[in-house]
């Protein structure tokens, strides 16, 4: 893969006002270099929106997107040019084969016939798909199918590479190799990864941005998001008519019903109770945190 | 090159994901037994075109004309609700969403429907084409098939029109207030209107007025006329003349010979007008399209377009 020059995707103040007044986004702001940035947020939470922003399909309200300089809703086209984006309800051409229908995208990024057939071969071997490529789109798996969008967007070796929700439906073993796989696109170019689900995030994102409604709660490095909640997880085993009581009063990462009662995991400033005992933050535990926070605030 | 290369893999992936599919097989099984039934035989207790009780003999040229003038009739019609889900379907499968996140313009992205709209109604007009070659030969009142004037009519006739339906099939989608049904209505009286209007020309000469004729009666009707007047005095002017799928009592219709169109530069110009009409359909329907932004209205759009 080729290396670029320093690339930089700057999100000034974009809020995004559907019809009918739904606000989406809202004061949203980031800056983005190199690397995988993770964008992390529950279902709702306007990633998908942003997303579309990002890859120049809808425009924002209000705010601007700047890629090299310009602004992505003014001139698209520079972006375009250098952009892989995977959407979250991703669908295929059922009658046509893995190269056809790459065939179909790689004349709409503009490759010419002979750089297309070998970067069609190229990533056709990197998604593990070669002795299928001949093979009918309809009778893929979902885990195929979705290997096939990750194909597609890099046809044109992509600077910003926007994938949406691009673990859903897969099996573990799917996802695992999809995160593998993202984990080696990062490198000098920039890979936006939308989901809701943090282990998808946990293992490759350089840089995580938590959203929620709308809003930008926090963008920092996964390790600077474990040292926000340092000392403030707890792992408490409880009586199971406790537990209602024990989700009230404090953010619940996770309960395992053992023998002995239910294993909380939870977050709280000091220790929720005798027999509380410290545990080692996951980013599952940040993510929460932050969250949980926002909607304190919010209410 | 590269836009030639892109409207081809456009229509292409388009086109292949339409005809790889046991519908379209049944569709061409219809529309072969479409061609059938266009050519009764004396027998037959319908006619589909008579002037003062007489026809054509089915020779490549009758056969050709007549059945590409029904197929015209029919294709143009039923063609415009076979097709109009080409922009719908990339919507439907998040594909639109990937392409408008490429550097394809609306205007390429909506001729590329068209053309594979084009492709779709010309595959079956081409099997109509080969069908009415194995019918005139089945009927067997000529038993000589000539190539040109039995395919000339298809390509001059029916090809033109199934252009334009393919064009205002993609601008109907565009539109959000024609894409479901009530674009669907309006169609049916656009066609009804256009058939009534086009009927009234009575074009005559070589001019390209004539060959404008959408449903191309002005094209091959008045020739026929001619030809049947040679054979039974006052064929001319008979009133009675009917065209479409006419029931009743045996007809028992005499026939006539007659040798076919004679495709003038003023005929062809006419015909290819609608080609014309398609690409600037097809155009306008570039520049009436959302690509794709499930929220931004087309004024919105303009502002980077």
Redesign the interface.
């Known amino acids: 893969m080729r290396s670029f020059p320093c690339v930089r995707l700057t999100i000034e103040k974009i809020g ?1 006002t ?2 009918g007044g739904k606000m989406a986004l809202r004061d949203f702001s980031l800056e983005v270099g190199p690397g995988i940035l993770g964008l992390l947020g529950p279902n709702g939470a306007g990633k998908s929106t942003l997303m ?1 922003i990002l ?5 924002p309200t209000t705010g601007r997107a700047i890629w090299d300089g310009t602004d992505i ?5 520079g972006l ?2 250098v ?1 892989g ?12 084969s893995a190269v ?2 790459l ?8 490759l ?2 002979r750089s297309a057939r070998r970067r069609i071969d190229e990533l056709l071997d990197v998604v593990n798909l070669v002795d299928a490529r001949k093979r ?1 789109l309809g009778q893929y798996s979902g885990g195929m199918k979705q290997r096939v969008g990750i194909a ?2 890099l046809l044109n070796d992509p600077q910003l590479l ?1 994938v949406d929700e691009p673990t859903a439906g897969l099996d573990p073993e799917e996802r695992l190799r999809f995160r593998n796989l993202l984990s080696e696109l990062g490198g000098d170019r920039i890979v936006i990864l939308s989901t809701h689900i943090v282990s998808d995030v946990e293992t490759c994102a350089t840089s995580i941005a938590l959203i929620s409604g709308g809003r930008l709660l926090v963008h920092d490095s996964p390790a600077a998001l474990l040292r926000a909640v340092e000392g403030q997880v707890w792992e408490w085993v409880v009586p199971g008519e406790e537990l209602a009581a024990v989700r009230r009063s404090y953010p619940t990462s996770n309960t395992v019903h053992r023998s002995d009662g239910v294993h909380v995991r939870l977050l709280a400033d000091r220790s929720p109770g005798s027999g509380a005992v410290r545990a080692a933050p996951t980013l599952e535990d940040a993510y929460l945190f932050w969250v949980s926070r926002d909607r304190v605030a919010s209410a | 090159m590269t836009t030639w290369r892109l409207l081809y893999h456009l229509a292409r992936a388009d086109f292949l994901q339409r005809v790889r599919s046991y519908g379209f097989l049944v569709t061409l099984g219809f529309t072969a037994y479409f061609c059938y039934i266009c050519l009764p035989p004396h027998e037959a207790s319908y006619v589909t075109l008579q002037m003062g009780g007489h026809r054509g003999i089915y020779n490549s040229a009758y056969v050709g004309t007549l059945v590409a003038m029904e197929t015209t009739l029919i294709l143009s019609l039923a063609g415009f609700y076979l097709v109009k889900n080409a922009i719908e379907r990339d919507i439907r499968t998040g594909v639109g969403q990937i392409l408008a996140a490429t550097p394809l313009t609306k205007s390429l992205y909506t001729l590329g429907k068209t053309l594979s709209n084009f492709a779709v109604l010309a595959v079956m007009s081409g099997v109509i084409a080969l069908a009415a070659g194995v019918m005139q030969f089945a009927r067997h009142e000529d038993a000589t098939i000539r190539i040109w004037p039995l395919l000339a009519p298809f390509l001059f006739i029916v090809l033109p029109v199934m252009a334009a339906v393919a064009s205002v099939a993609v601008l109907f989608e565009v539109v959000p207030k024609l894409r479901g049904g009530l674009g669907n209505v309006i169609y049916f009286f656009l066609w009804i209107f256009a058939c009534a209007a086009m009927a009234g020309l009575h074009a005559e000469g070589g001019g390209w007025l004539r060959g404008a004729d959408l449903m191309a009666f002005s094209v091959a009707i008045p020739s026929m006329r001619s030809a049947c007047e040679l054979a039974f005095a006052g064929c001319a002017t008979a009133t009675d003349f009917s065209m479409g799928f006419n029931f009743g009592e045996h007809w028992n219709l005499s026939t006539f010979q007659w040798v076919g169109v004679e495709w003038t530069a003023g005929i062809l110009a006419g015909r290819l007008l609608w080609f014309g009409v398609a690409a600037g359909f097809a155009l306008l329907a570039g520049a009436l399209f959302h690509r794709f932004d499930p929220s931004g209205s087309a004024a919105e759009k303009s502002k980077r377009w």
């Open positions: 995004k559907y019809r579309r890859a120049t399909i809808t425009l809703a003014r001139s698209p086209d375009r040019s952009l984006y995977l959407p979250q309800d991703f669908g295929v051409y059922a009658n046509l056809e229908f065939e179909y995208f790689a004349a709409a990024k503009g010419d016939g009918p597609q967007a926007i």
